[in-house]
């Protein structure tokens, strides 16, 4: 893709791909990024990575013109760029797959995946050729059977809308390509295709920056670590001279445990679910024990969102019964679920999860402000101290309680909606990828929490797509498939092989049944 | 199995039908030639006006101007055509100066950041200002005669204001579902920011809607000279609010990215029959407001029902 | 074309606006003949008189109804022609009321001339300044309700004429425009003493601005202006019962709207009747409220009740 | 060092400083005890809507009916004083229609599913049909000489009305910010599914936002009575645009979770302010048009552009 932009800089050697120098950008009450250089050579697959707030998403944004840096210098293939804007930088090669997915949700898979450069004569769309084109894309992702380019993207899974955006990135022949936490939202299954996509991009000769939290994908992948801390550069390492244990002192500045696990005393059974049917479920039963921390496992678009959903009465249930302390109760509405003692950590947080143009503070107390107010007046004080608690608690970085949520960094989003249902006085969380895009420091806080919760009776059920924190922490991990609950596998069997078969196998053993 | 699936505009059209089918009815002269013409030529320019507005609305914006761009419009043509000035030489003009009206909405809002109901709320003000100086207040007679007859002409037995409309429709719809332009502006609408971190100049969109409704105001302006065949200063006043819920009433969403040309040529064919059928049941004015508001919830609440019940 | 008994008879009326007390004694004095006479009366007109084009459309369809007799007031002077003439060509009579239409192809046209309402009001204006300052002079404003209405700038332009022609030593120092919006006038009022506390009178020149103007000047306890206004309202009328109006001139909405039936109705059987028929207007002053001699201009509906 | 921070309620005090600063310059009446006692008593009943209104959008909301909700507490209220009701009670009546109305329009919304727009339009119109059926299109008058005593009557030194608006003002100050309710109303407006997922009662909070809107146009019917001391069937036509274009002024957006009760005040300030500032001024009334429009856009502009640059 010939670009004037880069005329003539194209062979000349030891240019960077990218070169920043100098990069400082201020929010009010925040200096994201304080004179920051970062380098990119061709090829190179560099790692970004820090604690939540460490200024990684600001300095792609910076990258693609989203921001405009405050201070520093910007140069692209050796050329200077005087003011970065999305346009430009489209042209220069560079594309992004961001970390909240930005998608135009009413239009189509196709349409999203090129919208700045749709395929047309006389300016008409050629929809045909469209399609076309974007399903090529997908098939490169090998999802080609799985979405069709001429769905809506609001209709698509989370999931699928990742697989969308990486779609996107990857469809331009970019010369740069940047990935601010894709994995957040995948399984194990997409995580294997992307990265076997972005081995094909270095093998052609494409520039990656990859951001992530989960250091083992960056140990698998990528040749440098740079890490970044409040904002500012602190080492770059070569991956094969460094180990996990140093890029996480260098980030957090502490070691961290490995295993979370704790014994605890299993009381009476708190929840239990028998036969849940709606439109996605097909007969779903499980327990939860007080004290108990239970993993649910799935693929993508297996129904663990919706089995959550309508046990939490966000959701219509067909047919089937819940419990509570051995009690049926009827959970029609989240009200409903909430006075049963339940909770919600929703997947989706810019969607589901947070009032994104309100506080901080507002968000954390938004499903306790029934627990502190009298005659219908908020106590502002109890107010205050809740959040300020929670925030130091969970480390949320944020200059004070009052700001908005949505000019937070997404770990810190995400802190808040965990927050938000720590406060209330739940029973039973239910916790759907909470660690989505939380750093590790801040995952461990998680753990502890989780398993101080339990330890005080309380009993979690525990959505992720990442295995291995489930097998860190959780005393069973329910399988489900295809809208059933398909393994029940207590923590002496534990074993990665033999859950992912569950996910993966019986989906082959129902095509088989239905046959 | 395939079912049938209903969308906005297949539900306004079966309303459409059960209104003519009731009027044709109640009324031995609904279904006449003449009446049927006269729905037309009615409809011509609130339909317009509601297309122009559709696509606005597409973009999560709106145009309050419309009805004083409509009068200004009005107003500076019948001066033109009243001191002689040729036709088309008028028409040309009075197009420029709606479109750099939209124009100027669209960089107020993108430029200077004005929420598009402000600035189009400012804009409407202003144009109907401008309207009152340049007409002194006072109507402009003296249109040639000309002008009058285009009104009340025919082209292939259909009113010739009303091929302006078909016209309209066609060209709007295919913009909008067809050509880059079009995707970008559901994009706007849908998620700005997806649409600007993807390279779309949101600037040349923002410009291009309100430009192009500006455009259309002008048509609106232009059909309603012919009608009025004289300057109203006045005139237009509450068009605004006619063309919004004409294209609510075809689906569009005024969160934007929702809504299409078709859509809002069924909603203002909708308010149209209510008011010619409500003259012609004679039904007392203040009544008609009534039983208007009513059937607007009733239809709008069906849709509703239908999205509902089909998402689920 | 054959004469059509009365009982069978469908007579269209249009007026410029439902929502107004005005039309609304009209359409009164025309039900009222539409009683005596036994014809059947259909009336439609638009919500506001701003709405040019709805009028245009009803008088579209009123035509496609095939009426014995059409009798319209028409908003603007030329957007209805169109519509007269082609039901006039149909056979069509067309009566037209209140305001003028340019043309010819109509049978009668009964109104009372809304630019002599402006000259009348300065004539009244100047009497009233002559009384207060020995001679007519002094400082006046205008208020109009909406710029642009046809009938409303007539009455604009007939007394700023007229005080130009006549009254050199009366200055006009404002025009102010309620914007169409009623409650404005009460505003305008309060402002215009505050701007011009030598202010020495004031013209309103219909029923909405009349009444918040009588409003206003009560609420500020001044009944030293001189003060004329246009149409009856009832707070008008007191107005001027209480000092604080001392004119109102009236026109005849309810002989209009009787008056406008009756021609329909001879219209449509080949009477020969007048092309011009002015309704006059009357200048009530609070002398003759009084005496009661104002009492049929001033509550027609309840003068005519049992008529 | 502490930087000091604008927000929207602090431009809009600076730009009301500005204009007074400016009219007491040109106008030598402008700062008189007078005519400051006629801006409160002008502000007082736009005041009271805006502040309604201001509720309502942010919960991504709009209602439209006010202006028809005012004309028909004005017309009822009238019937009944004029018919001899005691002053309380008719009050009572009144207050119990407003909000009842207030209600409906939040259950077409709520339960019907029909957006805001279209129910409250759908509303707007039915209400002036039931105000005119009542009045039969005429005026009411004969109401007790102490309602016309109460609107310019003065308590402490400063008009009755206006202790309504301030009354307003903080109440709804209050409730916006300190009450479960206001942070759920506001939660509304940001995402209504985070809400629902939170326990939010949704119905509840839309109901009650429309009702209290409703309550409101209410208390503002009523001073309006006291004012035009009379019913006028026609009374609050174009309200809506007035309340929604202070509110917006004071700091709301129409998308929802933005603005404030004491934003929506200075809003109805500054738009007062300009209006009297016309008259004194004795501008034209057709330049006075452009003027506000152009003031309205400035204003707007300057608040965004501090909020652009204290986000960047
Ligand atoms: N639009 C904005 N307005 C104000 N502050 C912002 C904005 N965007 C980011 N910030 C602040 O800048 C800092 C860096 O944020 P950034 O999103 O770059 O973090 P990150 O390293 O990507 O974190 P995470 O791992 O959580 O995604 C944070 O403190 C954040 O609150
Ligand atoms: N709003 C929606 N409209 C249409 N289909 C949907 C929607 N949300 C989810 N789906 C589909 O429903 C199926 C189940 O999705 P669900 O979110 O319950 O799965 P999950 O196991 O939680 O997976 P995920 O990792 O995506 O959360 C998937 O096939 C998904 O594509
Ligand atoms: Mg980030
Ligand atoms: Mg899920």
């Known amino acids: 893709m010939p670009s004037p932009f880069f005329n003539g800089g194209e062979d000349v050697q030891n240019i960077y791909a990218i070169e920043l120098k100098g990069i400082s950008k201020y929010f009010p009450g925040v200096q994201a990024l304080k004179n920051v250089d970062f380098r990119l050579e061709r090829g190179e697959i560099k790692a970004l990575i820090g604690e939540n707030g460490a200024g990684k998403s600001t300095l792609i944004k910076i990258l693609t013109g989203a921001y405009f840096a405050d201070e520093g210098e910007i140069y692209i293939f050796g050329k200077r760029i005087e003011r970065m804007t999305p346009i430009i930088s489209e042209k220069l090669g560079i594309s992004a797959v961001y970390q909240n997915l930005v998608l135009?949700?009413?239009?189509?898979?196709?349409?999203?995946?090129?919208?700045?450069?749709?395929?047309?004569?006389?300016?008409?769309?050629?929809?045909?050729?469209?399609?076309?084109?974007?399903?090529?894309?997908?098939?490169?992702?090998?999802?080609?059977?799985?979405?069709?380019?001429?769905?809506?993207?609001?209709?698509?899974?989370?999931?699928?809308?990742?697989?969308?955006?990486?779609?996107?990135?990857?469809?331009?022949?970019?010369?740069?390509?940047?990935?601010?936490?894709?994995?957040?939202?995948?399984?194990?299954?997409?995580?294997?295709?992307?990265?076997?996509?972005?081995?094909?991009?270095?093998?052609?000769?494409?520039?990656?920056i990859y951001i992530s939290h989960r250091l083992e994908e960056i140990f698998e992948i990528c040749d440098k670590a740079y890490v970044l801390k409040d904002g500012q550069f602190v080492i770059e390492k070569d991956i094969k001279e460094t180990n996990e244990d140093e890029l996480i002192s260098y980030m957090v500045g502490r070691k961290l445990r490995k295993d979370f696990y704790v014994l605890r005393k299993k009381g009476k059974e708190i929840l239990k679910v028998e036969n849940l049917e709606n439109r996605k479920l097909k007969n779903c039963s499980f327990n939860l024990l007080e004290g108990e921390i239970v993993g649910l496992y799935g693929l993508v678009g297996s129904g663990r969102t919706e089995l959550v959903r309508a046990i939490f009465g966000a959701d219509k249930?067909?047919?089937?019964?819940?419990?509570?302390?051995?009690?049926?109760?009827?959970?029609?509405?989240?009200?409903?679920?909430?006075?049963?003692?339940?909770?919600?950590?929703?997947?989706?947080?810019?969607?589901?999860?947070?009032?994104?143009?309100?506080?901080?503070?507002?968000?954390?107390?938004?499903?306790?402000?029934?627990?502190?107010?009298?005659?219908?007046?908020?106590?502002?004080?109890?107010?205050?101290q809740i959040a300020q608690d929670f925030v130091e608690k969970l480390n949320i970085k944020t200059p004070d309680i009052y700001k908005t949520v949505k000019n937070l960094s997404g770990g810190n989003q995400q802190k808040v909606v965990i927050a938000k249902w720590l406060a209330s006085n739940a029973k039973v969380f239910i916790m759907d990828e909470p660690t989505n895009g939380i750093d590790v420091g801040a995952k461990e806080e998680i753990y502890s929490i989780m398993n101080e919760l339990a330890k005080n009776g309380a009993s979690i059920l525990f959505i992720s797509s990442y295995m291995p924190e489930l097998m860190g922490i959780c005393d069973r991990i329910l399988v489900m498939n295809s809208g059933k609950i398909v393994a029940n596998i207590p923590r002496e069997e534990f074993n990665e092989e033999k859950i992912l078969a569950y996910a993966i196998k019986s989906s082959i053993v129902e095509e088989v049944d239905s046959k | 199995m395939k079912k049938v699936k209903f969308n906005t505009q297949m539900i306004l059209f079966l309303v459409v039908i059960a209104l003519w089918i009731f009027l044709a009815v109640s009324s031995e002269y609904f279904l006449t030639y003449s009446n049927i013409r006269n729905i037309m030529r009615q409809m011509a320019i609130q339909g317009v006006l509601a297309v122009g507005m559709v696509v606005v609305i597409i973009t999560a914006g709106i145009d309050l101007s419309v009805g004083s761009v409509v009068a200004l419009v009005n107003i500076m043509l019948s001066k033109m055509l009243a001191g002689h000035v040729s036709i088309s030489l008028a028409i040309f003009i009075v197009l420029i100066i709606s479109t750099g009206v939209g124009l100027i909405n669209g960089i107020v809002i993108y430029d200077f950041g004005v929420p598009a109901f402000i600035a189009t709320l400012a804009m409407m003000t202003i144009a109907?200002?401008?309207?009152?100086?340049?007409?002194?207040?006072?109507?402009?007679?003296?249109?040639?005669?000309?002008?009058?007859?285009?009104?009340?002409?025919?082209?292939?037995?259909?009113?010739?204001?009303?091929?302006?409309?078909?016209?309209?429709?066609?060209?709007?719809?295919?913009?909008?579902?067809?050509?880059?332009?079009?995707?970008?502006?559901?994009?706007?609408?849908?998620?700005?920011?997806?649409?600007?971190?993807?390279?779309?100049?949101?600037?040349?969109?923002?410009?291009?809607?309100?430009?192009?409704?500006?455009?259309?105001?002008?048509?609106?302006?232009?059909?309603?000279?012919?009608?009025?065949?004289?300057?109203?200063?006045?005139?237009?006043?509450?068009?605004?609010?006619?063309?919004?819920?004409?294209?609510?009433?075809?689906?569009?969403?005024?969160?934007?990215?929702?809504?299409?040309?078709?859509?809002?040529?069924?909603?203002?064919?909708?308010?149209?029959?209510?008011?010619?059928?409500?003259?012609?049941?004679?039904?007392?004015?203040?009544?008609?407001?009534?039983?208007v508001g009513i059937i607007l919830v009733v239809i709008v609440a069906i849709d509703q029902f239908r999205k509902k019940k089909s998402n689920d | 074309e054959k004469a059509v008994s009365t009982k069978q008879m469908k007579v269209f009326f249009i007026v410029k606006a439902s929502e107004s007390e005005y039309w609304q004694i009209v359409l009164n004095g025309a039900e009222k003949a539409a009683k005596h006479f036994g014809v059947t009366l259909i009336h439609q007109e638009p919500t506001t008189e701003a709405d040019v084009s709805k009028?245009?459309?009803?008088?579209?369809?009123?035509?496609?109804?095939?009426?014995?007799?059409?009798?319209?007031?028409?908003?603007?002077?030329?957007?209805?022609?169109?519509?007269?003439?082609?039901?006039?060509?149909?056979?069509?009579?067309?009566?037209?009321?209140?305001?003028?239409?340019?043309?010819?192809?109509?049978?009668?046209?009964?109104?009372?001339?809304?630019?002599?309402?402006?000259?009348?009001?300065?004539?009244?204006?100047?009497?009233?300044?002559?009384?207060?300052?020995?001679?007519?002079?002094?400082?006046?404003?205008?208020?109009?309700?909406?710029?642009?209405?046809?009938?409303?700038?007539?009455?604009?332009?007939?007394?700023?004429?007229?005080?130009?022609?006549?009254?050199?030593?009366?200055?006009?120092?404002?025009?102010?425009?309620?914007?169409?919006?009623?409650?404005?006038?009460?505003?305008?009022?309060?402002?215009?003493?505050?701007?011009?506390?030598?202010?020495?009178?004031?013209?309103?020149?219909?029923?909405?601005?009349?009444?918040?103007?009588?409003?206003?000047?009560?609420?500020?306890?001044?009944?030293?202006?001189?003060?004329?206004?246009?149409?009856?309202?009832?707070?008008?009328?007191?107005?001027?019962?209480?000092?604080?109006?001392?004119?109102?001139?009236?026109?005849?909405?309810?002989?209009?709207?009787?008056?406008?039936?009756?021609?329909?109705?001879?219209?449509?059987?080949g009477v020969p009747l007048g092309k011009n028929i002015d309704t006059g207007i009357v200048v009530v002053t609070p002398e003759m409220l009084k005496s009661g001699a104002a009492d049929e201009v001033l509550d027609p509906i309840n003068y005519h009740k049992d008529w």
Not at chain 1, 350 to 373: C, F
Not at chain 3, 219 to 245: C, F, H, I, P
């Open chain 1, 317 to 384: 249930i067909d047919r089937g019964n819940i419990y509570i302390n051995g009690s049926l109760k009827y959970i029609t509405n989240t009200l409903k679920g909430i006075n049963n003692k339940l909770a919600l950590i929703p997947e989706d947080r810019r969607n589901q999860g947070l009032a994104l143009k309100l506080s901080v503070k507002e968000n954390i107390n938004l499903p306790i402000y029934r627990k502190i107010s009298r005659f219908g007046f908020v106590n502002s004080k109890k107010e205050k």
């Open chain 2, 128 to 291: 109907r200002g401008a309207t009152l100086l340049i007409s002194g207040g006072s109507n402009v007679f003296g249109l040639p005669r000309s002008v009058a007859n285009f009104a009340s002409s025919d082209f292939l037995g259909i009113p010739t204001l009303f091929w302006f409309l078909i016209i309209t429709v066609i060209v709007m719809e295919l913009i909008l579902r067809k050509t880059r332009f079009g995707k970008y502006v559901y994009a706007l609408g849908s998620n700005p920011e997806a649409a600007r971190l993807s390279g779309v100049d949101l600037r040349i969109v923002t410009y291009g809607v309100y430009a192009l409704a500006g455009f259309l105001w002008g048509i609106g302006g232009i059909l309603e000279t012919t009608r009025l065949w004289m300057g109203v200063p006045t005139t237009g006043t509450g068009y605004e609010l006619d063309a919004i819920a004409a294209a609510v009433l075809g689906g569009a969403s005024l969160f934007g990215a929702e809504g299409s040309a078709l859509g809002a040529f069924f909603g203002a064919l909708v308010m149209i029959t209510i008011y010619n059928g409500a003259v012609l049941l004679n039904i007392n004015p203040f009544w008609q407001r009534i039983i």
């Open chain 3, 55 to 269: 009028q245009v459309a009803i008088l579209e369809t009123a035509i496609s109804t095939h009426p014995d007799a059409i009798v319209i007031a028409p908003t603007v002077a030329d957007a209805l022609v169109p519509g007269i003439e082609h039901a006039m060509k149909m056979g069509i009579p067309v009566i037209i009321i209140d305001s003028a239409a340019n043309t010819d192809m109509y049978v009668s046209f009964l109104a009372s001339n809304n630019y002599k309402i402006g000259q009348a009001a300065a004539d009244k204006m100047a009497e009233l300044l002559a009384e207060k300052n020995g001679e007519p002079k002094g400082e006046v404003a205008l208020i109009t309700f909406m710029s642009g209405v046809g009938s409303l700038e007539q009455r604009k332009a007939g007394f700023i004429d007229r005080l130009k022609e006549k009254y050199p030593k009366i200055k006009l120092v404002a025009v102010r425009d309620a914007q169409g919006k009623q409650g404005n006038t009460i505003g305008i009022t309060q402002d215009l003493l505050t701007a011009f506390p030598n202010l020495d009178g004031i013209y309103a020149s219909n029923q909405y601005t009349g009444d918040e103007m009588v409003r206003a000047l009560d609420m500020m306890g001044r009944k030293d202006l001189a003060t004329v206004a246009v149409d009856s309202g009832a707070q008008e009328v007191w107005g001027l019962k209480n000092g604080y109006l001392d004119a109102i001139l009236v026109q005849r909405p309810w002989i209009m709207g009787y008056a406008g039936v009756a021609y329909a109705i001879m219209a449509r059987n």
């Open chain 1, 104 to 208: 135009a949700p009413h239009l189509t898979v196709a349409e999203n995946i090129f919208l700045n450069d749709l395929p047309s004569k006389l300016s008409f769309v050629s929809e045909n050729v469209l399609n076309q084109m974007a399903k090529e894309v997908l098939k490169k992702l090998e999802y080609d059977h799985i979405i069709d380019p001429r769905e809506k993207v609001k209709n698509l899974s989370v999931a699928h809308q990742g697989i969308v955006a990486i779609g996107r990135a990857i469809s331009k022949n970019a010369k740069i390509v940047i990935f601010d936490e894709p994995t957040a939202v995948l399984t194990s299954k997409e995580t294997d295709e992307l990265f076997r996509i972005i081995r094909e991009l270095k093998k052609e000769g494409v520039s990656v």
